[in-house]
């Protein structure tokens, strides 16, 4: 059996995320490792190198692998440090995540920091048995930049308000981002007033039902880069856009509205805009909710919208 450095590097040499699923206990991580690290249950497999071969793993190793790879990094730069929240992560999962302070490389168990900490980086390390990210960082004001870093699992199905209010945030970097289960995504980005750019072309957003007031209050937000979305089976997105005072341009001609019962307000005060791609949709629909879906917009743009689409009415 390879040593953990080696497995590491091998790890290092391939595509990280397919080389973990192709591990015969991904079984192992998803069932059994949520309560037999904690328990007596463990220990007894440990030691039982049947049941060890039965699974095709040995278990102490993967223990490693699992508190090494099936976490989920996060760094952050607050705005000042000064007394602040940085995560809202649920009380039940508090023995599932780590906080540490980057300039001292000390580790603190609390959801805040103070101006002794003297941060200028903070990473939050989180468990395994996390599966919903709903608010996660919703109210936190002083957070300046985001980075997802390590995110491989899949298992994440909320992220509803989980970057609402955050009305310093100027940058989120998606690049290592996995949302292949998500079914909620309803006020996400809600009021980030500070965001001018948002680049989610590596979203998976194949489940998501619910996208209401996602990107509502980014007064702020100029463009934002949806050329992967897919919203097949999206049912709600009323207020989606609403109040993105700044939107200049935004490109939905991938958008599918097949399954879509609520629109209400979508681009409500988008000042900005001054053209859409609407040849998906389909405005004579009888059970949709689709008022106002332009309220307070331009005169120019709802005139482009009736001479395009003669179906529309205001």
């Given at each position: 059996m390879?040593?953990?450095?080696?497995?590491k590097e091998k790890i290092n040499q391939k595509n990280s995320k397919n080389y973990l699923e192709d591990i015969n206990s991904m079984y192992i991580l998803e069932?059994?490792?949520?309560?037999?690290?904690?328990?007596?249950?463990?220990?007894?497999?440990?030691?039982?190198?049947?049941?060890?071969?039965?699974?095709?793993?040995?278990?102490?190793?993967?223990?490693?692998?699992?508190?090494?790879?099936?976490?989920?990094?996060?760094?952050?730069?607050?705005?000042?440090n000064k007394y602040t929240n940085i995560i809202n992560l649920s009380e039940e999962y508090e023995s599932d995540y780590h906080i540490?302070?980057?300039?001292?490389?000390?580790?603190?168990?609390?959801?805040?920091?103070?101006?002794?900490?003297?941060?200028?980086?903070?990473?939050?390390?989180?468990?395994?048995?996390?599966k919903s990210f709903k608010g996660l960082f919703s109210y936190c004001k002083y957070i300046e930049s985001i980075h997802f870093k390590i995110f491989f699992r899949n298992n994440i199905t909320d992220m509803s308000l989980m970057f609402s209010?955050?009305?310093?945030?100027?940058?989120?970097?998606?690049?290592?981002?996995?949302s292949d289960n998500v079914i909620d995504m309803s006020y996400m980005f809600s009021w980030c007033e500070s965001l001018k750019e948002l680049d989610l072309s590596n979203f998976n957003t194949s489940k998501v039902?619910?996208?209401?007031?996602?990107?509502?209050?980014?007064?702020?937000?100029?463009?934002?880069?949806?050329d992967n979305f897919n919203t097949k089976n999206v049912n709600n997105m009323n207020m989606m856009f609403n109040k993105c005072l700044s939107l200049k341009d935004i490109n939905i001609s991938n958008f599918n509205f097949d399954n879509i019962k609520k629109i209400n307000c979508i681009f409500g005060k988008c000042y900005s805009l001054k053209d859409l791609n609407l040849s998906n949709f389909c405005f004579d629909k009888k059970n949709i909710d689709m008022k106002n879906m332009f309220s307070e917009c331009s005169i120019d743009l709802i005139c482009k919208i009736k001479e395009k689409y003669h179906d529309f009415k205001d």
């Open positions: 390879e040593s953990l450095n080696e497995s069932n059994v490792l949520d309560f037999l690290i904690k328990s007596r249950t463990y220990k007894i497999i440990k030691y039982n190198k049947k049941i060890q071969n039965r699974l095709n793993i040995n278990l102490n190793t993967y223990k490693n692998y699992s508190e090494s790879y099936s976490t989920i990094e996060i760094e952050l730069i607050p705005t000042e540490y302070i980057n300039d001292n490389k000390e580790e603190i168990k609390r959801k805040y920091i103070e101006p002794k900490d003297v941060a200028k980086k903070i990473n939050i390390k989180i468990g395994h048995q996390v209010e955050c009305k310093s945030l100027k940058e989120i970097n998606f690049s290592s981002f996995n039902i619910n996208m209401s007031n996602m990107f509502c209050g980014c007064s702020s937000l100029e463009s934002i880069n949806l």
